[in-house]
């Protein structure tokens, strides 16, 4: 029997409502006829479900990395529910008959064999062929994006000259079409800034809360930032007329979508990494009009810690399936890294990675890889943070003597020197430091490492650091998931 677990299901799954219905089908014995290949690539079953005939749902394992799923149920969801349900047959031991690969099965396969040799084929053409890249259209857009710069400089300009209070009443509407002639000039990262700094002074006019101002001023040093850094990176691409992509930060701050391939290609990929993530989470981005759903990883072999993002729209969030929480290593055949300081973001391809259940060599891999002590990464953090241009949080994983109680109620880190930092919940995030005391196993309050995201409160002008999941020698113990 193919071996099948619950992380495995899991990340199948298009979202958890599946994999719960999947796993009560199994559990009250909806499968009437179960049967499998002698060489166990294929698998199929009969399942009783509210139309009036069975379903006939099945899994092709012919690529282990890529099953393909099939059902004769109306749903549209791949996997549905009854293939997932079928994965829980198998997780659970359950006996299957021996059968034969069906004939339209094997066709299939031949079929999807002969189209993987063409475009296998076209690719090794097209490789040998030199791509031709139309190097006048691409220095045409550079020199829009700094026309663009130029509306964005006398946008944020005149805001500094006035001050933020200026942005109120009938001058939001004005800025906010001023603010739709950014993306005419293929600049989408700064036109995602400027709505951000638009709708912290809308929230600002209507509860008259102080953070709302700072975190608009935020907003603007970090678009003033941006436009100076991004005017002289492309005013020298167009200059040298150089006008391929590189590896700089700034071809995403502007708003570039990379391609695995092209972080491949630029040298940023690594073969078959040792990948687990420590903690997920989702926020909802206004300004961008989407969900982000983040995973935190860990690079098993190195210790560095990276950032998965799936990005749903508003307006598609029903076709895009959401990322979910992952337990177990996964192995993909390569993933490459975001261009970047602090928790650079990683990608791989989801569907070839495997996914193996933790070992108690994993535990350990994650411990080792803990810093010893606070001081070196409030360092760190503080090098990171500064930057205009950097994320509001840098996550890392620290060893600690022991979290204890302050004075207020507050929470305190202690590292094995002695050294203490305040735990407390960045602005924007899920708040995680007061589900520190639910935790019903005492032990984890001493001699662990803590997962957490170093950030500066403007307020009280000190670092701070939110938990997000603590590391023990057996456990990952998530507040975010």
Same mark, same amino acid.
């Given at each position: ?11 199948? &799954? ?66 549905? $529910?009854?293939?997932?349900?079928? =994965? ?19 066709? $299939?396969?031949? $079929? ?33 994006? @700094? ?11 005149? *805001?500094?000259?006035?001050? =933020? ?5 009938? &001058? ?23 709505? !951000? ?18 975190? &608009? ?6 678009? !003033? ?48 990494? !040792? ?29 560095? @810690? ?5 990005? !749903? ?59 010893? &002590? ?18 509001? *949080? ?88």
């Amino acid at each position: 029997m193919r071996q099948i677990t619950q992380e495995m299901i899991s990340a199948l &799954a298009a979202n958890a409502t599946a994999a719960v219905n999947a796993k009560k089908i199994s559990q009250k014995g909806g499968f009437v006829r179960l049967e499998a290949s002698a060489d166990e690539t294929f698998y199929w079953g009969e399942c009783t479900g509210s139309g009036s005939k069975n379903y006939i749902t099945s899994v092709d394992f012919l690529d282990p990395d890529r099953p393909v799923f099939r059902c004769t149920c109306p749903s549209r969801q791949i996997p549905c $529910k009854h293939n997932l349900a079928l =994965l829980y047959e198998m997780m659970t031991g359950k006996t299957f008959s021996l059968c034969e690969v069906p004939e339209d099965i094997l066709e $299939k396969r031949q $079929k999807k064999e002969a189209k993987a040799a063409a475009k296998a084929a076209a690719g090794e053409k097209k490789e040998k062929a030199a791509p031709k890249v139309n190097k006048a259209a691409r220095v045409k857009k550079l020199k829009k994006q @700094l026309e663009g710069l130029d509306l964005l400089d006398k946008l944020t300009g005149e *805001l500094v000259t006035a001050g =933020l209070g200026t942005m109120g009443g009938t &001058a939001l509407a004005s800025y906010r079409n001023l603010t739709k002639q950014l993306g005419d000039h293929y600049l989408p990262g700064p036109q995602r800034l400027f709505r !951000r700094l638009v709708l912290e002074i809308e929230a600002f006019q209507k509860d008259g809360e102080d953070r709302r101002y700072d975190a &608009a001023i935020q907003v603007l040093e970090r678009l !003033r930032s941006l436009s100076k850094k991004s005017r002289a990176y492309l005013s020298a691409k167009v200059e040298s007329g150089d006008a391929e992509q590189d590896d700089s930060l700034l071809f995403e701050e502007l708003g570039g979508i990379w391609k695995l391939s092209e972080l491949i290609e630029l040298g940023l990929g690594k073969e078959r990494p !040792r990948l687990c993530q420590l903690a997920f989470w989702v926020l909802r981005d206004e300004a961008a009009a989407d969900f982000v759903d983040t995973g935190c990883w860990m690079d098993l072999d190195t210790g560095e @810690l990276s950032l998965t993002q799936n990005y !749903r729209p508003f307006k598609a969030v029903k076709f895009i399936k959401q990322d979910d929480s992952l337990f177990g290593v996964v192995t993909p055949p390569v993933a490459a890294w975001y261009p970047g300081e602090g928790n650079r973001r990683v990608r791989w391809d989801f569907d070839t990675g495997r996914i193996a259940p933790y070992k108690a060599e994993d535990y350990a891999a994650v411990l080792a890889h803990a810093a010893p &002590a606070l001081a070196p990464e409030v360092k760190i953090a503080k090098g990171i943070l500064k930057d205009p241009l950097a994320e509001p *949080l840098l996550f890392r994983a620290v060893k600690y003597d022991a979290i204890l109680r302050g004075e207020e109620g507050v929470l305190v880190l202690r590292d094995p020197a002695g050294d203490t930092i305040l735990l407390g919940d960045a602005p924007g995030m899920e708040p995680t430091t007061q589900r520190l005391p639910l935790l019903p196993d005492a032990s984890l309050w001493s001699g662990n490492a803590l997962l957490g995201g170093f950030w500066y409160d403007r307020e009280t002008r000190r670092m701070m650091l939110q938990p997000v999941s603590i590391l023990t020698d057996s456990a990952i113990v998530r507040l975010l998931y």
